[in-house]
């Protein structure tokens, strides 16, 4: 991945001679030609994956609309020739600007408690800790400073600079966070607790540089927005579908050979079964067909789907929002309703919640307003409380973002949908109502199956 094409794009230069890549091709030449067919034998007998263990299939990707640019969907980018890695050095450093992070420690030590005897009570008092100096005084700096910068080499944050007295002094200072743990895991009775608390400090630091890069990169890109007409160019349209399938699978292969060809003969119109929890579904609200949902746990042996695949909340949306359309028809007699995939990491982000991706967006349109609202299905167990930023760019949206697109034919809304029922989420500190978690533009996909749709477009148009 260090041919010039593969660099990252602060890293990539400006010219890029048209012989450079053969320079950058690797020819092999084998004296002996089986070898590549021995070895894989040999990965076979030990029972590992080859790749001729699988048949490749792919299925086209069909546009709902055959011309999308006259629809004018408008979404929101950043402009052209902005690079926040080429232009910003982060130094992490200790700043009261950095949103607060919170870490609950408490399920991990209730699964620790667990695998070690089957009586474990039930925490009623939840704690707040700090780590100090004679916690401080114990961790191996070398280790931990090492282990953030493979923190940050990973997520190709090339423009963080990192010291191990700038680390300690954020660790010192521990008003940015909140730490939920019992005291006797910090009281020094037991030297193994060292490794616990060089746990958390990890932890604690690696959401901190985390939190810092988001805030400077959403800083840097605030006044760097625009608005842009979508069009099948942007990166959340594909091609095809390429699947990977087991060889042993021959009724898979058989049902994704028929699908290949009902799409090919543009005869998919309505949601093709192929097996239990595999499906591609129909809607002509989403901006291309088909979608692809698969239950990746029974299948994660035998196929491998690109792009990414719907997940059961993902999919309950689509049906749900499909369903709704189909039964308002006078709501929506006078508008126009279109949804997308919004692709992870190349699609549609926001720096205020994380750099968070929603799933979906939704384009409500009315005349010559467009209400764009993101939505993402998602589980709420690793989420702490309502103060999330994922859960708040419902407020920052409108904010810090909108007022900025200098449009008023754009309105900006976001909204989680949980896949968490809500009798599942004892964690949550006030445990609040579902009323408190529709006011912050959270809604339960099983307690209110019925209507979380409607609520939805009540709070798009309010």
Same mark, same amino acid.
């Given at each position: 991945?260090?041919?010039?094409?593969?660099?990252?794009?602060?890293?990539?230069?400006?010219?890029?001679?048209?012989?450079?890549?053969?320079?950058?091709?690797?020819?092999?030449?084998?004296?002996?030609?089986?070898?590549?067919?021995?070895?894989?034998?040999?990965?076979?007998?030990?029972?590992?994956?080859?790749?001729?263990?699988?048949?490749?299939?792919?299925?086209?990707?069909?546009?709902?609309?055959?011309?999308?640019?006259?629809?004018?969907?408008?979404?929101?980018?950043?402009?052209?020739?902005?690079?926040?890695?080429?232009?910003?050095?982060?130094?992490?450093?200790?700043?009261?600007?950095?949103?607060?992070?919170?870490?609950?420690?408490?399920?991990?030590?209730?699964?620790? $408690?667990?695998?070690?005897?089957?009586?474990?009570?039930?925490?009623?008092?939840?704690?707040? *800790?700090?780590?100090?100096?004679?916690?401080?005084?114990?961790?191996? @700096?070398? $280790?931990?400073?090492?282990?953030?910068?493979?923190?940050?080499?990973?997520?190709? @944050?090339?423009?963080?600079?990192?010291?191990?007295?700038?680390?300690?002094?954020?660790?010192?200072?521990?008003?940015?966070y909140n730490l939920l743990i019992p005291s006797s895991e910090l009281e020094l009775t037991d030297y193994g607790k060292v490794k616990l608390w060089h746990e958390l400090a990890l932890t604690l630091l690696k959401s901190f540089v985390e939190r810092l890069y988001n805030y400077q990169k959403n800083k840097f890109y605030s006044d760097k927005i625009e608005v842009a007409f979508i069009d099948s160019n942007h990166p959340n349209f594909e091609a095809e579908y390429n699947?990977?399938?087991?060889?042993?699978?021959?009724?898979?292969?058989?049902?994704?050979?028929?699908?290949?060809?009902?799409?090919?003969?543009?005869?998919?119109?309505?949601?093709?079964?192929?097996?239990?929890?595999?499906?591609?579904?129909?809607?002509?609200?989403?901006?291309?067909?088909?979608?692809?949902?698969?239950?990746?746990?029974?299948?994660?042996?035998?196929?491998?789907?690109?792009?990414?695949?719907?997940?059961? *909340?993902?999919?309950?949306?689509?049906?749900?929002?499909?369903?709704?359309?189909?039964?308002?028809?006078? +709501?929506?007699?006078?508008?126009?309703?279109?949804?997308?995939?919004?692709?992870? $990491?190349?699609?549609?982000? +926001?720096?205020?919640?994380?750099?968070? +991706?929603?799933?979906?967006? !939704?384009?409500?349109?009315? *005349?010559?307003?467009?209400?764009?609202? +993101?939505?993402?299905?998602?589980?709420?167990?690793?989420?702490?409380? !309502?103060?999330?930023?994922?859960?708040?760019?419902?407020?920052?949206?409108?904010?810090?973002?909108?007022p900025k697109l200098n449009d008023p034919e754009i309105e900006l809304s976001s909204f989680i949908l949980s896949n968490t029922p809500y009798s599942q989420l004892t964690h949550w500190k006030g445990q609040e109502s579902i009323q408190n978690f529709n006011e912050n533009h959270v809604f339960f996909q099983k307690e209110q199956k019925s209507d979380y749709i409607k609520l939805i477009f009540y709070k798009i148009l309010d």
């Amino acid at each position: 991945m260090k041919r010039s094409t593969d660099l990252d794009v602060s890293l990539r230069p400006d010219y890029i001679p048209e012989v450079l890549p053969i320079l950058e091709t690797l020819n092999i030449f084998g004296l002996r030609a089986d070898y590549m067919q021995q070895f894989k034998d040999y990965l076979e007998e030990e029972g590992l994956p080859t790749d001729s263990d699988f048949e490749k299939i792919t299925v086209d990707i069909l546009p709902t609309i055959s011309d999308l640019s006259e629809k004018k969907l408008k979404y929101i980018k950043v402009k052209d020739g902005s690079n926040f890695k080429r232009d910003v050095l982060v130094d992490a450093v200790i700043t009261e600007k950095v949103p607060p992070v919170i870490i609950d420690w408490y399920p991990k030590i209730q699964v620790l $408690k667990s695998s070690k005897t089957t009586n474990v009570s039930t925490v009623v008092t939840i704690e707040q *800790g700090k780590l100090d100096n004679i916690h401080i005084a114990f961790l191996d @700096w070398n $280790k931990i400073y090492f282990e953030i910068q493979k923190f940050k080499n990973e997520r190709s @944050w090339y423009n963080v600079n990192l010291s191990i007295e700038a680390l300690k002094d954020i660790l010192q200072r521990p008003e940015w966070y909140n730490l939920l743990i019992p005291s006797s895991e910090l009281e020094l009775t037991d030297y193994g607790k060292v490794k616990l608390w060089h746990e958390l400090a990890l932890t604690l630091l690696k959401s901190f540089v985390e939190r810092l890069y988001n805030y400077q990169k959403n800083k840097f890109y605030s006044d760097k927005i625009e608005v842009a007409f979508i069009d099948s160019n942007h990166p959340n349209f594909e091609a095809e579908y390429n699947f990977l399938i087991k060889k042993t699978e021959d009724r898979l292969i058989g049902k994704i050979k028929e699908l290949k060809e009902t799409v090919r003969k543009n005869e998919f119109q309505e949601n093709f079964k192929i097996d239990n929890d595999f499906e591609a579904l129909y809607t002509n609200l989403h901006l291309y067909q088909p979608l692809i949902y698969i239950d990746k746990g029974s299948y994660e042996e035998v196929i491998k789907i690109q792009p990414v695949p719907l997940n059961k *909340g993902e999919r309950y949306l689509v049906e749900d929002l499909r369903q709704y359309f189909a039964t308002n028809r006078d +709501f929506f007699k006078d508008k126009q309703l279109y949804l997308l995939r919004n692709m992870s $990491k190349k699609g549609i982000g +926001f720096f205020e919640a994380n750099n968070f +991706f929603p799933d979906f967006i !939704l384009w409500l349109v009315i *005349g010559n307003k467009q209400f764009i609202s +993101f939505i993402d299905p998602k589980g709420l167990r690793q989420i702490q409380g !309502l103060t999330d930023p994922k859960i708040q760019l419902h407020k920052s949206i409108k904010t810090t973002i909108q007022p900025k697109l200098n449009d008023p034919e754009i309105e900006l809304s976001s909204f989680i949908l949980s896949n968490t029922p809500y009798s599942q989420l004892t964690h949550w500190k006030g445990q609040e109502s579902i009323q408190n978690f529709n006011e912050n533009h959270v809604f339960f996909q099983k307690e209110q199956k019925s209507d979380y749709i409607k609520l939805i477009f009540y709070k798009i148009l309010d």
